[in-house]
Protein backbone atom coordinates (compact mmCIF):
# COMPACT_ATOMS: atom_id res chain seq x y z
CA UNK A 1 0.00 0.00 0.00
CA UNK A 2 2.60 2.66 0.79
CA UNK A 3 4.26 2.26 -2.73
CA UNK A 4 0.85 3.74 -3.84
CA UNK A 5 0.72 6.67 -1.67
CA UNK A 6 2.56 8.85 -3.55
CA UNK A 7 0.12 8.37 -6.65
CA UNK A 8 -3.31 8.40 -4.50
CA UNK A 9 -2.23 12.00 -3.74
CA UNK A 10 -0.77 12.82 -7.39
CA UNK A 11 -4.50 11.72 -8.67
CA UNK A 12 -6.00 13.86 -5.25
CA UNK A 13 -3.61 16.78 -6.62
CA UNK A 14 -5.04 16.74 -10.48
CA UNK A 15 -8.47 16.94 -9.16
CA UNK A 16 -8.11 19.31 -6.61
CA UNK A 17 -5.94 21.60 -9.94
CA UNK A 18 -9.12 21.08 -12.17
CA UNK A 19 -11.61 23.00 -9.60
CA UNK A 20 -9.30 25.60 -9.37
CA UNK A 21 -9.26 26.21 -13.16
CA UNK A 22 -13.01 25.14 -13.09
CA UNK A 23 -13.37 28.30 -11.45
CA UNK A 24 -11.01 30.44 -12.98
CA UNK A 25 -12.99 32.97 -14.71
CA UNK A 26 -9.92 33.20 -17.36
CA UNK A 27 -10.51 30.82 -20.53
CA UNK A 28 -6.95 31.53 -21.41
CA UNK A 29 -4.02 31.40 -19.28
CA UNK A 30 -0.05 32.37 -19.88
CA UNK A 31 1.54 28.96 -21.17
CA UNK A 32 4.87 29.79 -22.10
CA UNK A 33 7.15 32.65 -20.42
CA UNK A 34 10.46 33.61 -21.70
CA UNK A 35 14.05 33.32 -20.27
CA UNK A 36 12.81 36.86 -18.62
CA UNK A 37 9.53 35.93 -16.76
CA UNK A 38 7.46 37.37 -19.45
CA UNK A 39 4.00 35.49 -21.15
CA UNK A 40 4.56 34.74 -24.73
CA UNK A 41 1.93 32.45 -25.68
CA UNK A 42 -1.41 31.62 -24.22
CA UNK A 43 -3.88 28.45 -24.92
CA UNK A 44 -6.89 26.94 -22.65
CA UNK A 45 -6.56 26.93 -19.35
CA UNK A 46 -7.26 23.41 -19.09
CA UNK A 47 -3.54 22.93 -20.66
CA UNK A 48 -3.03 23.64 -16.99
CA UNK A 49 -3.86 20.42 -16.27
CA UNK A 50 -0.64 18.89 -17.84
CA UNK A 51 1.79 20.25 -14.88
CA UNK A 52 -0.03 17.82 -12.05
CA UNK A 53 0.05 15.03 -14.71
CA UNK A 54 3.84 14.90 -14.14
CA UNK A 55 3.05 14.17 -10.78
CA UNK A 56 0.93 11.41 -11.83
CA UNK A 57 3.22 9.83 -13.98
CA UNK A 58 6.06 10.46 -11.68
CA UNK A 59 4.06 8.37 -9.08
CA UNK A 60 3.35 5.46 -11.28
CA UNK A 61 7.05 4.82 -12.34
CA UNK A 62 7.67 4.95 -8.87
CA UNK A 63 5.11 2.79 -7.92
CA UNK A 64 6.14 0.11 -10.96
CA UNK A 65 9.71 0.00 -9.99
CA UNK A 66 8.48 -0.20 -6.29
CA UNK A 67 6.64 -3.52 -7.27
CA UNK A 68 8.87 -5.10 -9.53
CA UNK A 69 11.91 -4.82 -6.52
CA UNK A 70 9.77 -5.67 -3.48
CA UNK A 71 11.48 -8.92 -3.56
CA UNK A 72 15.21 -7.81 -4.57
CA UNK A 73 17.01 -8.40 -1.45
CA UNK A 74 19.62 -5.34 -2.95
CA UNK A 75 17.09 -2.73 -3.13
CA UNK A 76 15.85 -4.11 -0.07
CA UNK A 77 19.57 -3.06 2.07
CA UNK A 78 19.08 0.58 0.31
CA UNK A 79 15.32 1.02 0.07
CA UNK A 80 14.91 3.26 3.22
CA UNK A 81 17.13 5.83 1.24
CA UNK A 82 15.09 5.37 -1.94
CA UNK A 83 12.34 6.41 -0.41
CA UNK A 84 13.39 9.49 0.90
CA UNK A 85 15.00 10.71 -2.19
CA UNK A 86 11.86 9.91 -4.18
CA UNK A 87 9.79 11.79 -1.63
CA UNK A 88 12.21 14.55 -1.38
CA UNK A 89 11.66 15.02 -5.12
CA UNK A 90 8.20 14.22 -4.97
CA UNK A 91 7.93 17.02 -2.62
CA UNK A 92 10.25 20.02 -4.35
CA UNK A 93 7.87 19.14 -7.41
CA UNK A 94 5.02 19.52 -5.75
CA UNK A 95 5.94 23.02 -4.38
CA UNK A 96 7.79 23.90 -7.67
CA UNK A 97 4.13 23.01 -9.82
CA UNK A 98 1.86 24.59 -6.96
CA UNK A 99 3.70 27.87 -7.39
CA UNK A 100 3.49 27.55 -10.99
CA UNK A 101 0.06 26.96 -11.04
CA UNK A 102 -0.42 29.81 -8.51
CA UNK A 103 0.98 32.38 -10.86
CA UNK A 104 -0.46 30.94 -13.77
CA UNK A 105 -4.09 31.46 -12.18
CA UNK A 106 -4.18 34.88 -11.68
CA UNK A 107 -3.24 35.45 -15.11
CA UNK A 108 0.66 36.83 -13.98
CA UNK A 109 2.26 38.41 -17.48
CA UNK A 110 5.55 38.83 -15.55
CA UNK A 111 6.81 36.07 -12.90
CA UNK A 112 10.21 36.40 -13.04
CA UNK A 113 10.41 38.61 -9.23
CA UNK A 114 9.15 34.81 -7.53
CA UNK A 115 9.42 32.33 -9.69
CA UNK A 116 13.15 32.21 -10.42
CA UNK A 117 14.28 33.02 -6.59
CA UNK A 118 12.05 30.75 -4.78
CA UNK A 119 13.11 27.88 -7.55
CA UNK A 120 16.40 28.43 -6.42
CA UNK A 121 15.84 27.92 -2.69
CA UNK A 122 13.37 24.69 -3.28
CA UNK A 123 16.25 23.35 -5.32
CA UNK A 124 18.75 24.34 -2.77
CA UNK A 125 16.30 22.67 0.34
CA UNK A 126 15.86 19.83 -1.43
CA UNK A 127 19.73 19.38 -2.71
CA UNK A 128 20.84 19.80 1.24
CA UNK A 129 18.39 17.01 2.08
CA UNK A 130 19.48 14.80 -0.55
CA UNK A 131 23.03 14.89 -0.26
CA UNK A 132 22.83 14.26 3.96
CA UNK A 133 21.13 11.52 3.16
CA UNK A 134 24.85 10.63 0.88
CA UNK A 135 27.12 8.98 4.06
CA UNK A 136 24.30 6.56 5.28
CA UNK A 137 23.84 4.89 1.52
CA UNK A 138 25.78 1.78 0.59
CA UNK A 139 26.84 0.83 -2.21
CA UNK A 140 24.20 0.65 -5.05
CA UNK A 141 23.63 0.71 -8.66
CA UNK A 142 20.36 3.05 -8.31
CA UNK A 143 21.43 5.92 -6.00
CA UNK A 144 24.14 8.22 -4.63
CA UNK A 145 27.61 9.06 -7.18
CA UNK A 146 27.55 5.92 -9.96
CA UNK A 147 30.66 6.24 -11.55
CA UNK A 148 33.27 3.31 -12.54
CA UNK A 149 35.59 4.58 -9.51
CA UNK A 150 32.71 4.36 -7.11
CA UNK A 151 30.95 1.21 -7.78
CA UNK A 152 34.60 -0.89 -8.55
CA UNK A 153 36.00 -0.05 -4.46
CA UNK A 154 33.52 0.31 -1.82
CA UNK A 155 36.68 2.40 0.21
CA UNK A 156 36.07 4.71 -2.63
CA UNK A 157 32.40 4.92 -2.34
CA UNK A 158 32.41 5.83 1.25
CA UNK A 159 35.15 8.40 0.68
CA UNK A 160 33.25 10.14 -2.04
CA UNK A 161 29.64 9.95 -0.51
CA UNK A 162 31.33 11.31 2.42
CA UNK A 163 33.10 13.85 0.40
CA UNK A 164 29.85 14.54 -1.41
CA UNK A 165 27.83 15.51 1.79
CA UNK A 166 29.82 17.90 2.90
CA UNK A 167 30.15 19.76 -0.54
CA UNK A 168 26.79 18.92 -1.78
CA UNK A 169 25.52 20.58 1.24
CA UNK A 170 27.47 23.90 1.20
CA UNK A 171 26.39 24.23 -2.38
CA UNK A 172 22.45 23.76 -1.63
CA UNK A 173 22.94 26.19 1.37
CA UNK A 174 24.80 28.70 -1.29
CA UNK A 175 21.95 28.22 -3.54
CA UNK A 176 19.17 29.01 -0.95
CA UNK A 177 21.20 32.01 -0.01
CA UNK A 178 21.09 32.95 -4.05
CA UNK A 179 17.63 32.79 -4.15
CA UNK A 180 16.83 34.95 -1.10
CA UNK A 181 19.51 37.65 -2.35
CA UNK A 182 17.25 37.45 -5.75
CA UNK A 183 14.01 37.65 -4.24
CA UNK A 184 15.51 41.66 -3.12
CA UNK A 185 17.36 42.30 -5.95
CA UNK A 186 15.44 41.05 -8.78
CA UNK A 187 16.96 42.49 -11.80
CA UNK A 188 20.22 39.96 -11.30
CA UNK A 189 17.80 37.26 -10.59
CA UNK A 190 18.36 35.46 -13.73
CA UNK A 191 22.65 36.05 -13.66
CA UNK A 192 21.90 34.27 -9.89
CA UNK A 193 19.49 31.52 -11.32
CA UNK A 194 22.26 30.27 -13.74
CA UNK A 195 24.92 30.59 -11.41
CA UNK A 196 22.69 28.38 -9.30
CA UNK A 197 22.65 26.12 -11.85
CA UNK A 198 26.34 25.73 -12.40
CA UNK A 199 26.99 25.14 -8.19
CA UNK A 200 24.30 22.61 -8.31
CA UNK A 201 26.07 20.70 -11.91
CA UNK A 202 28.88 21.36 -9.79
CA UNK A 203 27.56 19.37 -6.67
CA UNK A 204 27.25 16.45 -8.63
CA UNK A 205 30.92 16.95 -10.93
CA UNK A 206 32.85 17.29 -8.12
CA UNK A 207 32.04 14.10 -6.04
CA UNK A 208 32.50 12.41 -9.22
CA UNK A 209 36.16 13.55 -9.84
CA UNK A 210 37.26 13.39 -6.83
CA UNK A 211 36.25 9.48 -7.13
CA UNK A 212 38.03 9.21 -10.11
CA UNK A 213 41.20 10.33 -8.30
CA UNK A 214 41.39 8.35 -4.97
CA UNK A 215 40.41 5.18 -7.22
CA UNK A 216 43.44 5.89 -9.04
CA UNK A 217 45.52 6.54 -6.03
CA UNK A 218 44.09 3.60 -4.70
CA UNK A 219 44.91 1.06 -8.09
CA UNK A 220 48.31 2.41 -8.34
CA UNK A 221 48.96 1.88 -4.49
CA UNK A 222 47.73 -1.78 -4.81
CA UNK A 223 49.65 -2.28 -7.85
CA UNK A 224 52.95 -1.13 -6.24
CA UNK A 225 52.36 -3.47 -3.06
CA UNK A 226 51.83 -6.24 -5.87
Request: proline residues 3%.
Amino acid sequence: MKKYILLIISLINIAVTGVFIAFNPNEELPSHYNVNGIADAYSSKWMLLFIPSILVLFSIIYAIYAKVKENDENYKSYRKYAVRCIVSMFAFLFLFFWMLIALVLQNKVNIDNLFLPLTCIFMGCMFVYLFNLMPKIKQNSLLGIRTNATLSSKSVWKKVHRFAAYFGVICGIAVIILGIISLFIINISNVLFFISIIILLLSAIVPAIYGEIIYSKERTSNNYIE
